[in-house]
């Protein structure tokens, strides 16, 4: 997928990236056949059929029903059923319930797909005197269109690790061999420095305004934590020390008995990790994935060290080319030698609150981020399942200390 240009979209570089967008979510779904596309193993995850409409949803509701006269979608009901969170923008099927939604069918939701395709690229295409805010619409509905992207194929791991004969979404592919790279630290000087986003290019509206703030000094590993160095953590007994833990991270710890990251068991001596490429031995100097921010905090005191900021974060990737594992390169699953971007969303220790400044904007599609800051942890960088055109240094994604089911993992800070 083609990365947005740095300034906002024209009307016609819009349409292709609608295009591209639409198009990617479709051969991600490809591989699945209908019953797959029903699993919803929890609250947090949805089905594969809902993260196609709900995307499908968003243009319709958003652009086709307030710029197009008398537009008619194929079934007034889909607004109920396929809405998530919008309060302003009506009543909601419930969240927990969607994998119970079997009608519409697979075919039925497809249909839905095409029927806006072709509404959008006919309004696209209309050379109307608001095609520029339009643009900036569609923009901000295919990077929405991205976020889900990378849902799918989340929710999909965990719905299919529940099935005791472990189906692979992906066939498996060997992992290169690969030795043990140095945990090496690189460090940066602080001081008082901007954070967030400034003018030109697309961004969520939580990621400004651009604003100063102060920064100490402090190193940076130059590599995320690694499987091998998370069993090290596992076999001094770090998910048995409690004085390791935060108090809610060692109860929630205990509730639900977690003794290694989601998805990991030992067969005999070796550990297995279940992946979108099915069961595969838990490869040693690969990202360690799938970890809370509990487990990922009481890893970095057992270190001896700590988790950045995502100031930190942020001024140390803004000097780093965006490059690395990310969705469009296939691999699902991190791989060893992973640099500053890609493979694992990186924990900070920086809550997830609004930077100083911040307005949502009116109506309903500003209930797209300001309502979640609160009780949440930023995390950085991308992932294995991230789209690479939705990267950039100030994006900030979030999560529940106790979510481990997304590609999260961790990269370890010091003072300097």
């Not at 243009?59 to 302003?88: C, H, M, T």
């Not at 043990?180 to 003018?199: K, N």
């Not at 929630?252 to 069961?279: C, H, I, M, N, V």
């Not at 970890?291 to 970095?300: F, H």
Request: glycine share 8%.
């Amino acid at each position: 997928m083609t990365r947005p240009a740095a300034a906002p979209l024209a009307p016609a570089q819009a349409l292709d990236f609608f295009h591209d967008t639409r198009t990617a979510t479709e051969r991600l779904a490809k591989p699945l056949a209908p019953e797959d596309m029903m699993l919803q193993s929890m609250t947090d995850a949805s089905p594969a059929k809902w993260h196609l409409a709900h995307t499908t949803w968003f243009f319709e509701e958003f652009i086709l029903k307030e710029r197009v006269p008398g537009y008619a979608s194929p079934d007034d009901r889909f607004a109920f059923l396929f809405n998530s969170y919008y309060v302003q923008a009506g009543p909601r099927h419930a969240r927990d319930k969607r994998g119970l939604v079997s009608r519409p069918t697979v075919e039925d939701v497809r249909a839905y797909r095409a029927h806006v395709d072709d509404a959008m690229g006919g309004l696209m295409s209309a050379g109307r005197d608001d095609a520029d805010d339009i643009a900036a619409l569609v923009e901000l509905g295919c990077h929405h269109e991205m976020q889900h992207q990378e849902l799918l194929v989340t929710d999909l791991l965990h719905g299919l690790s529940f099935n005791p004969l472990m189906p692979a979404y992906r066939d498996p592919e060997p992992v290169a061999v690969s030795s043990e790279q140095p945990l090496t630290f690189t460090s940066h000087d602080g001081g008082l420095v901007e954070i967030g986003h400034a003018s030109g290019g697309f961004a969520y509206d939580c990621e400004g305004p651009r604003h100063r703030t102060y920064v100490a000094p402090f190193a940076l590993a130059d590599r995320p934590v690694t499987n091998r160095e998370w069993i090290a953590f596992m076999e001094a007994g770090g998910y048995e020390t409690a004085p390791l833990w935060l108090s809610d991270g060692w109860a929630t710890a205990q509730a639900e008995g977690w003794d290694a990251p989601l998805y990991w068991w030992k067969q005999e001596d070796q550990w297995w990790s279940f992946t979108l490429r099915g069961p595969q031995p838990v490869n040693l100097d690969a990202p360690v994935v799938h970890v809370s921010y509990y487990e990922a905090e009481a890893y970095a005191r057992w270190a001896g060290m700590r988790l950045p900021t995502e100031q930190e974060w942020e001024l140390a990737g803004r000097d780093t080319p965006i490059r690395g594992n990310f969705l469009d390169d296939g691999a699902l699953r991190p791989l060893p030698g992973g640099g500053m971007w890609g493979d694992v969303w990186e924990w900070t220790q920086s809550p997830f609150t609004p930077y100083p400044g911040f307005r949502p904007v009116e109506g309903a599609i500003g209930e797209y981020n300001g309502k979640f800051m609160v009780n949440q942890f930023v995390l950085r960088g991308g992932s294995c399942a991230t789209p690479a055109a939705q990267m950039r240094p100030t994006y900030r994604t979030f999560f529940y200390p106790h979510q481990r089911w997304q590609m999260l993992g961790l990269r370890l800070a010091k003072d300097v």
